[in-house]
């Protein structure tokens, strides 16, 4: 999709009060290219969209010209969309029979037998780094999964990770506007390589990355679809979560307004847990800004990978509007691979905790002269980030002033007023998730609600010196 449809499709979202935004537009002229004599009942039901609303878009969408009528595309209309969604099929490629198995390859996608040969000689699996490979059948499976969804053609495809060569099924298609692998195994990345080369795929290209490091700026905010099979551990998947959320497109100016966009995929991999793991999984897709818009029970079927029972489940996510996304932070030290979590062995430099300070500014001392109500903004930030409390002391000063330290299980955190001069000052120190200390931060400044406010955080312990990083919240 080029960037005038996407500028235009963001304001017939927006005149149609289309919740789904850009990708609902999309969706609905892909699922009328593909199926033009559908009705709104059935169009609705393919889409997700409410009729109503769906009648509104349909409506916008005939003002700006690409609509011959509401419930026609029209001649003019479908070359205007197959050209700037860059699409093929005017037909569902994969008809209704298409129930996720593989018996035989279709004769349109024949070149796909290529597979087998391909991945013949791929690098041997890296235990270390929870890699295992999935099997022919699941390759063409995912890959057939996003050509029925509309995923491959015209969209900007990235990977992360992909010692499977998935990347290599989804460019034989010669369908997508970009693919993107990133992978912190050089020997998987110099086969990928080869193999695209030999194959003179287009638009295609590797990074040696590890995820738990920043991303590089010029991927952020950029990509349409997300692959990914991570570390078998929940610590691997919030990782890939987060790193997926920053490089998923999420906004676009237009005409110097920006616009948030929801509704960009990402293809997830990740083994059966037991009930409570499963629930972390599931709490972690939300805390990251997806919502689960399709799960497929033992889609995956690996070679070997006896420690998830040799397959995995298929999770179809959406993205949705995610505040956290912006935070580009560096996990290096921390433990994600299953050897490394089931061992208990940190990678060096582990930081013992995180410290965060910050200082808030008022006009007016009589917004923290109420020492009861600061107490209580005080224990809701803690309660509310998942911090447990174990003691509480606290001081009011004479004639105003008050200090409040609470003794946490995973360290302390302290608050201080000075009235007379309208200020507090906050030090919180945890030796927990990064996010529990900086959600804690979030709720004391959205209750305060200071004129001006500076925070910072640092990693402790780490054997080097301190530095302080400032944060935006």
């Not at 080029?2 to 235009?8: F, H, S």
């Not at 024949?110 to 040969?117: A, G, T």
């Not at 793991?277 to 990978?305: C, T, W």
């Not at 397959?311 to 994600?336: A, D, E, G, K, M």
Request: hydrophobic share 40%.
């Amino acid at each position: 999709m080029d960037t005038k449809a996407e500028e235009i499709f963001a304001l017939v979202a927006e005149r149609a009060q289309l919740a789904e935004g850009i990708e609902g537009v999309r969706s609905i002229l892909l699922t009328m290219y593909r199926f033009p004599s559908l009705k709104n009942k059935k169009l609705a039901q393919k889409t997700d969209i409410a009729i109503p609303t769906l009648a509104a878009v349909r409506s916008e969408l005939v003002k700006s010209g690409i609509l011959e009528k509401r419930n026609f595309l029209g001649e003019k209309g479908r070359q205007w969309v197959k050209a700037r969604l860059d699409l093929k099929f005017d037909y569902d490629p994969l008809p209704g029979s298409f129930n996720n198995t593989i018996i035989n390859i279709p004769e349109e996608f024949s070149y796909l037998n290529d597979m087998q040969k391909i991945i013949q000689n791929r690098p041997s699996p890296e235990f270390a780094l929870d890699q295992s490979h999935a099997d022919f059948s699941t390759i063409i499976k995912r890959t057939f999964f996003l050509l029925k969804n509309g995923d491959i053609e015209g969209r900007r495809i990235i990977f992360l990770g992909d010692d499977d060569s998935i990347s290599l099924a989804v460019g034989l298609t010669q369908l997508a506007k970009e693919i993107i692998v990133l992978d912190i195994d050089k020997r998987v990345l110099e086969y990928i390589s080869e193999k695209a080369e030999d194959y003179s795929l287009q638009n295609f290209k590797v990074i040696h990355h590890d995820l738990r490091e920043p991303c590089p700026k010029e991927i952020t905010n950029k990509y349409d679809v997300v692959v990914m099979d991570p570390p078998y551990t929940i610590q691997g998947l919030r990782l890939f979560l987060k790193r997926a959320s920053q490089v998923l497109k999420s906004t676009i100016d237009v005409n110097g307004k920006i616009y948030p966009i929801i509704g960009k995929k990402c293809l997830l991999s990740f083994g059966n847990k037991p009930p409570v793991e499963m629930q972390k999984l599931q709490l972690s897709i939300l805390d990251h800004g997806f919502i689960i818009k399709q799960l497929v029970p033992d889609f995956n079927r690996y070679e070997g990978a006896s420690i998830i029972g040799k397959f995995s489940h298929l999770f179809y996510l959406n993205s949705v509007i995610n505040p956290q996304s912006r935070y580009n932070l560096s996990f290096s030290s921390r433990p994600i691979y299953t050897s490394e979590v089931k061992t208990k062995i940190a990678t060096p430099f582990l930081p013992i905790g995180f410290h965060f300070v910050g200082e808030m500014r008022f006009d007016s001392p009589d917004q923290i002269l109420d020492n009861e109500k600061i107490r209580q903004i005080f224990m809701d930030s803690l309660i509310s980030s998942d911090l447990t409390i174990l003691d509480i002391y606290n001081h009011n000063y004479a004639p105003f002033g008050y200090s409040i330290i609470a003794i946490l299980e995973t360290s302390h955190t302290a608050l201080h007023t000075w009235p007379e001069h309208g200020y507090i000052s906050i030090d919180i120190f945890i030796c927990d998730e990064f996010e529990k200390g900086l959600n804690a931060l979030k709720l004391l400044k959205n209750n305060f609600k200071p004129k001006e406010s500076e925070f910072f955080y640092m990693e402790r312990g780490k054997g080097e010196l301190i530095e302080y990083k400032p944060l935006e919240l």
